[in-house]
């Protein structure tokens, strides 16, 4: 069973950091585009970070310098670092795993992240 397993989320003040992981389980994240993403309540999920397989990364301009997407093949897991944080960071968060050049793709089940002092 394919499944994309999200932790590291949770409450932090405003300026703080934390790390998000998305492990891999049934998938060999190595052969995928690795994307983060974040939906707030009655808005649409938006891209936060991605990595290629080459690896190459784009960011949303809103986290550029505040967040650093990588990925660890060796332990089958993608990263997301996060900085600086701001209330308007609060969100829940996805790992996306993309089939490169296609449409097949599958996302993780989500982890919280809340910013507040």
């Known amino acids: 069973q394919v499944q994309l397993v999200e932790s590291g989320g949770g409450l932090v003040q405003p300026g703080g950091s934390l790390r998000l992981s998305c492990r891999g389980s049934g998938i060999m994240l190595s052969s995928f585009n690795m994307g983060w993403y974040r939906q707030t309540p009655g808005k649409d999920r938006e891209l936060v970070a991605k990595?290629?397989?080459?690896?190459?990364?784009i960011y949303a301009d809103s986290v550029k310098g505040r967040f650093t997407i990588s990925r660890d093949n060796r332990k089958n897991t993608v990263y997301l670092q996060m900085n600086g944080l701001l209330p308007e960071d609060t969100a829940v968060y996805y790992c996306?795993?993309?089939?490169?050049?296609?449409?097949?793709?599958?996302w993780g089940q989500g982890t919280q992240v809340t910013v507040s002092s």
């Open positions: 996306k795993a993309e089939v490169p050049r296609t449409d097949s793709y599958s």
């Open positions: 990595i290629s397989i080459d690896p190459r990364t």
